[in-house]
C-alpha cells in the first residue's frame, strides 16, 4: 500500500507544477509593452534588445510583425539618435532593412524611414562632393550609391512619398562624381600607356590611347598632364615619318574617257568693262572649275573636278599668264593647264584619294592624300621628286612659306616638312578628330590653326622658329561660331570669319601673344553658314548671305560694314580680287545655276554677270 500511495503523491506534484507553470507563464505581450514603451521613450538600445529577447521568446506572437519592424527601427536610431550621423546609420540599415523587406505591415514605418533614407542618400552624396582628397571622395561615394539603393528601393521609400526632383538632382550628383574619379584614373593609366607606347615606338597606340581616351572625357583634352606628354612625343611621333626619292613621271596627254566632247553653256551680260584685260577669274561650282575672262566674263573653258570648296586653282606663277594647277577630285589627279586657254600642261596620277588644294612653292607643286603622304612633284612637268608618309590621316592640303611646309593631321599633330619632305617637327596642338576644316593661315613668323569646338573656335597660334615650335601652341583664342574658312591677313590685322561674325586682331610678331583683338562685326541672326573672307586695299569683304564690305574704323580699328549686295543671295566661295574689281560667284533662289559676277570694289557696281 505505501508504494501506491508514494507514487500517488509523486504524480500530484507533478501535475500540479505542470498546472501552476501554465498558468503562472505570460503570453509576450507584458514583454513587447517593456519593448515598446522604451522605444517610444528613445532608449532604442534597450528597445532592440527587448524586442530581440521577445522574439526568441515569443515567436508566434501576434506583436511579432510589429516587434520585427520596430527592433530594426531602433537599430537604425541608436546608431544616431539625432539623424544626422548618416556614416553611423548606412551600415546598420544595409543589415537590418533587408530583415523587414517583406513584413506585411512594413507601411507603419514610411513616415519616419522614408525621409530618413532620403536624407542620408542627399546628405553622403553632398558629403562625397566635398571629399578632401580623392580617396575620401571614392570612399564616401561608394556610400552615397549605398544609400541610394536603399532610397531607391519602393519597399521603404514608396513613390506617394518620394521627392522625386530632390532624388533625381542626388543621382545626378553621383553620377557625375563617379565620372569625375574614375576621370582621374582613367588619365593616369592612358598617360601611362602613351608614355610605354611612345618609347616602343608604337604611335597608332598612342594615338589610339588618347583618342579613347578623349572620347569617354572630351574636357581631358585641355590637361596639362596630356598636352605636356603630348609636347615629349614630337620628337618621336616626327621620327615616323618616312620620307623616299618619288620617280613618277607627270603626263601630258589628257587621260581616256568614254565621253567624246562636251558643251558648256553660259549667258552673259557685261554692263562695263572691268580694268583686268588679262586676268582669268576661276569659279568653282558644280563639281567644275570655271574660267572667265577678266574684262568681260566670256566663258573661256570649263573642267569637271569632282569638288565644290576650296580654291578653283593655283597659280604656278606670279604672272597672269602662268600655268594654273588644281586638283582633279574625280580621277584623283592633280592638273596643270593654261590659265586661258584651258590646255593641259601636264597631269599626275595618284592611287589614292587627294585631299585639300594644291601648293605651289619653290618650283614645286605639293599635295596630300587622305592616307596622309605627301608628294612634291616638278612644277615644269610634273614629275615626281619626294614623297612622305606621316603617321596619320589628312584632310585638308598643305601650306607653307618661309621654307616650311605645314600640314595639320585629322587630329593631335601638326607636322612641319622641309621643301624636301623632310620632317622638322611634330608639334602637338591637342585638336579633336575632324574639328579643323579651314587650312591653317601663314603669318610673317606664326601659324593660326582653326579647331572647331562645340559652337566655338579655338586659334592655335604656333611660332615658327625652332625653340617657339618646342613648346607651341605659344597662344591660344576663342572666337564665337564655327569656322570653315582661312583666317585672312590683311596688312598688320588678322580676320578670323565664323558663321555668326567676324572677329579682327592686331598681329604683334615680336610679342608672346602675338594676337590681341581689335573687334568684331555684329553677330548674325540669319542661318548660320560658312563666310568666306577676302582683303583688298584695307578693305575686308565677306561672302556669305549677300556680298559685304567692312572698313577699319580708324579708332580702335573696329570694323564697320560699309556696302552690302546681292543680300538674298547665297555666296559659296571667296570672293576673289584684282585691281578695283571684286569677282564671285552666287546662287540666287529665283534663278538656277550660279552666277558670276564682277563689281566695282569702290562703288559696288556690275560691270558683268
Not at 539625432?82 to 537590418?96: E, G, Y
Request: one cysteine or more; aromatic letters at 6%; glycine letters at 8%.
Amino acid at each position: 500500500v505505501l508504494p501506491v500511495i508514494g507514487l500517488v503523491v509523486v504524480l500530484l506534484l507533478v501535475v500540479g507544477g505542470a498546472l501552476g507553470f501554465l498558468l503562472t507563464r505570460s503570453n509576450g505581450d507584458q514583454e513587447f509593452e517593456l519593448a515598446e514603451q522604451d522605444y517610444q521613450a528613445k532608449s532604442y538600445d534597450a528597445a532592440a534588445t527587448k524586442f530581440t529577447a521577445f522574439l526568441d521568446d515569443f515567436p508566434a506572437n501576434s506583436n511579432a510583425s510589429a516587434a520585427r519592424l520596430h527592433r530594426a527601427m531602433a537599430k537604425i536610431l541608436a546608431a544616431s539618435p539625432t539623424k544626422d550621423n548618416f556614416t553611423a546609420i548606412l551600415p546598420v540599415a544595409k543589415t537590418s532593412l533587408p530583415e523587414i523587406g517583406g513584413e506585411p505591415e512594413l507601411s507603419q514605418l514610411h513616415a519616419e524611414l522614408a525621409p530618413l533614407l532620403m536624407d542620408m542618400a542627399a546628405n553622403l552624396a553632398e558629403q562625397a562632393k566635398e571629399g578632401k582628397s580623392a580617396t575620401e571622395s571614392a570612399e564616401k561615394l561608394a556610400q552615397a550609391k549605398d544609400a541610394m539603393a536603399l532610397a531607391n528601393d519602393g519597399r521603404f521609400v514608396p513613390g506617394s512619398m518620394r521627392q522625386w526632383q530632390r532624388m533625381a538632382d542626388v543621382q545626378e550628383s553621383v553620377a557625375l562624381l563617379e565620372r569625375d574619379l574614375g576621370r582621374g584614373k582613367s588619365l593616369e593609366a592612358a598617360l601611362a600607356d602613351i608614355k610605354k607606347n611612345a618609347e616602343a615606338g608604337k604611335l597608332d597606340a598612342v594615338l589610339s590611347d588618347r583618342t579613347k581616351l578623349l572620347n569617354a572625357y572630351p574636357e581631358l583634352a585641355e590637361d596639362i598632364g596630356l598636352k605636356d606628354l603630348g609636347r615629349q612625343l614630337g620628337k618621336p611621333v616626327a621620327a615616323t615619318v618616312k620620307t623616299v626619292t618619288d620617280s613618277s613621271k607627270g603626263e601630258t596627254s589628257e587621260a581616256k574617257t568614254p565621253i567624246v566632247g562636251s558643251i558648256a553653256f553660259s549667258n552673259g551680260k557685261p554692263s562695263a568693262a572691268a580694268e583686268t584685260p588679262d586676268k582669268t577669274f576661276l569659279a568653282l561650282t558644280a563639281g567644275t572649275v570655271w574660267a572667265l575672262d577678266g574684262s568681260s566674263g566670256k566663258l573661256l573653258w570649263s573642267r569637271p573636278v569632282g569638288q565644290n570648296r576650296g580654291s578653283a586653282a593655283t597659280s604656278t606663277g606670279p604672272d597672269a599668264t602662268s600655268p594654273i594647277v588644281l586638283a582633279d577630285l574625280l580621277r584623283n589627279e592633280v592638273v596643270c593647264v593654261n590659265p586661258r586657254s584651258g590646255e593641259l600642261v601636264w597631269r599626275h596620277s595618284f592611287k589614292e584619294p587627294l585631299t585639300g588644294e594644291p601648293l605651289v612653292m619653290d618650283g614645286q607643286v605639293i599635295v596630300a592624300t587622305t592616307s596622309g603622304k605627301v608628294f612634291a612633284l616638278n612644277a615644269q612637268n610634273g614629275n615626281g621628286k619626294a614623297s612622305a608618309q606621316l603617321p596619320q590621316a589628312v584632310r585638308l592640303g598643305p601650306v607653307g612659306g618661309s621654307g616650311k611646309l605645314f600640314v595639320l593631321a585629322e587630329h593631335s599633330f601638326l607636322y612641319v616638312l622641309s621643301p624636301e619632305l623632310k620632317c622638322d617637327a611634330a608639334v602637338y596642338l591637342g585638336h579633336e578628330l575632324g574639328s579643323a576644316d579651314a587650312p591653317p593661315a601663314l603669318l610673317s613668323g606664326h601659324l593660326v590653326v582653326a579647331e572647331n569646338r562645340g559652337g566655338t573656335t579655338l586659334l592655335h597660334v604656333v611660332g615658327l622658329d625652332e625653340q617657339e615650335l618646342a613648346k607651341s601652341p605659344m597662344q591660344q583664342v576663342l572666337v564665337p561660331g564655327m569656322t570653315t574658312t582661312s583666317p585672312v591677313k590683311l596688312g598688320d590685322r588678322l580676320l578670323v570669319s565664323t558663321d555668326l561674325q567676324t572677329v579682327s586682331f592686331d598681329y604683334h610678331p615680336g610679342e608672346d601673344e602675338p594676337l590681341k583683338k581689335l573687334g568684331e562685326t555684329e553677330a548674325s541672326n540669319a542661318e548660320l553658314m560658312a563666310r568666306f573672307g577676302t582683303a583688298l586695299d584695307e578693305k575686308f569683304w565677306v561672302a556669305a548671305s549677300g556680298l559685304r564690305r567692312f572698313d577699319f574704323l580708324p579708332v580702335g580699328g573696329t570694323l564697320k560694314e560699309a556696302w552690302v549686295g546681292f543680300a538674298s543671295e547665297t555666296l559659296e566661295a571667296p570672293p576673289q580680287a584684282a585691281g578695283d574689281t571684286i569677282f564671285c560667284v552666287r546662287q540666287s533662289p529665283s534663278r538656277s545655276g550660279s552666277i558670276a559676277t564682277a563689281i566695282k570694289s569702290t562703288s559696288g557696281e556690275t560691270l558683268w554677270e
